[in-house]
Every structure is written in structure tokens, then in C-alpha cells.
DNA sequence: CAGGATCCGCTAGGATACTG
DNA sequence: CAGTATCCTAGCGGATCCTG
């Protein structure tokens, strides 16, 4: 236990609190299943990466949406940034056990999603052709 | 939009077909982990509910999102919907067995993501304090 | 190489009004 | 009650150019 700082920080969040409109918990939901940040979490999940490989890694990001998911990760005490002063610039990203914890349980979610994708695109266009 | 020569349907998915720009599942992926479909899927758990009741479980969603929602986890196979034909109408939604298992994943998330938040909060803040 | 800055289209999503 | 229809805005996210 820390300090005085948010009385949240003592008390045990009971399961379901995210129904709740105004728990602040909303928004790192959003940041951490955000589109991108998923695939980030899958493509550090066992590497320490650089910038372009992360890029070249996840087919399709721009190196805005790269930068600024590194960036929101960051704050979030999901990656850690290590910049080398060198020339040319090198830096390397990697997850922090807390990140690490995370991306097992988005791990878990994409690996059924993965698993199930062809029944559930099955049953979808059974679906349609029965009406 | 539907690709030919897709073998998806028949082949053995690998973990980390999503980090390919290419693979569909990375769409459903989208979905699943969309901001309300993940509330709708906490709120569904272990319930049947009706429009209004999900409505007023999930604070702050509007109706033209509940029902946007509720029609793509329907058409995803994760939900059922039910109307009954009276008056007034009467619609009740339930989980399916497969949405059922997606919402394991995804309370393993959010049970993970309530208990740390505090803690992830707190590391921010000592962040920004540190510069 | 690792990004920042800028421009801009697209769409998720809110508010409101209406219907069977 | 359970939605649809309409309008509108914020911000997600892509493309491009620029810099240390």
C-alpha cells in the first residue's frame, strides 16, 4: 500500500464495475482493446522490437497509428521504450510484466477467435441463405 | 466483400494469423473487441435480458448502438434474439453457447484489466511526476 | 531509423424524433 | 417496448511530407 492516493487503490473492484458508465476503467478498456494495441501486445508478446519491426510485423499500420499506440502503451505502463543516442536512431520496445500479463489474456481471446473463426463465418452465411 | 481462394475455411488457423494485414479474422476481431460488444457481453453473462434492460445495464449506450450491436452479435452467431408477438413487444437476448465461450476471454480481461487498474493508474501518475 | 506535423476522409457514435 | 430514421460531430486513422 502507497500512500494516500485514490481510495480505488485499497478497495476491491468487484467484477462488473465497467457497467458502471462513470468508472474510469472504461477508457483503459478502450485504449487496451483498441484495433492496434492488440496486435501490438500479440507482435512484443515474446519479442523486443524495434520502431519498423513492430511495423513490418503488424501488416497494415501506418507509422502514425504505430506511434501513437507505442505512445498511449507507454503511459500505461503496458511497454517499455528504450532509445539508444546513436546515429542512426535506435529503439527498442518491449512489454513490462504487466503488459505481459495483459497480452496472455488478449492472447487467449485471438487464439479462440482464431480457432473459431471458420465455424462462426460458417454458421454466418448459413444463417443468410436460411434467412 | 468475399475473396476467392480463400483455404481459411478448411485450414488449420496459427496463432498470429492476425498480425496478416490480410486475414479476415482481424474484421471479427474488430467486432468482438468493439467498446459495447464486450459491455453487452458482460451484461449478457449469465442473464436474459431485454432490449431496455440491457440498455439500463450498460450505462451511457444509445439505443441506435444497442441495437447496431445486438444485430452484428446476432449475425455473428454470439447471441440470440427472441421476440415474442404481443403487445407491447417483447424481445429477450441470450448468449449463445459460442458467445458464451467468447465472454470467458473477454471476463478474463476485464476481471484482469478492474483488479489493475488502480495500480496502472497510480504508475501513470508517478510517471508524469517523474517526467 | 524513428518519428512529428499536417491535411483530410470516413465512420463510430450521440441526440432527437418517430413508429408498430 | 423495441426499435428505425435522420442529422450531426468528434476523433480514428490513412497518406504524405518533413526532421534530427
Known sequence: MKKNSQPAAGLALVRGELLNPNCPSRELLKRITSR???????ALRENTLR???????IGGISER?????LRYMEED??????AYEVVPPHVEYRLTPLGREASKHVLALTDWLES???LIEQQRSDRQNAG
Open 36 to 42: 492496434w494495441t492488440m496486435l501490438v501486445m500479440l
Open 51 to 57: 520502431f519498423s519491426e513492430i511495423r513490418r510485423a
Open 65 to 69: 497509428m504505430l506511434a501513437q499506440t
Open 77 to 82: 505502463g503496458l511497454l517499455i521504450r528504450k
Open 116 to 118: 473459431h473463426f471458420p
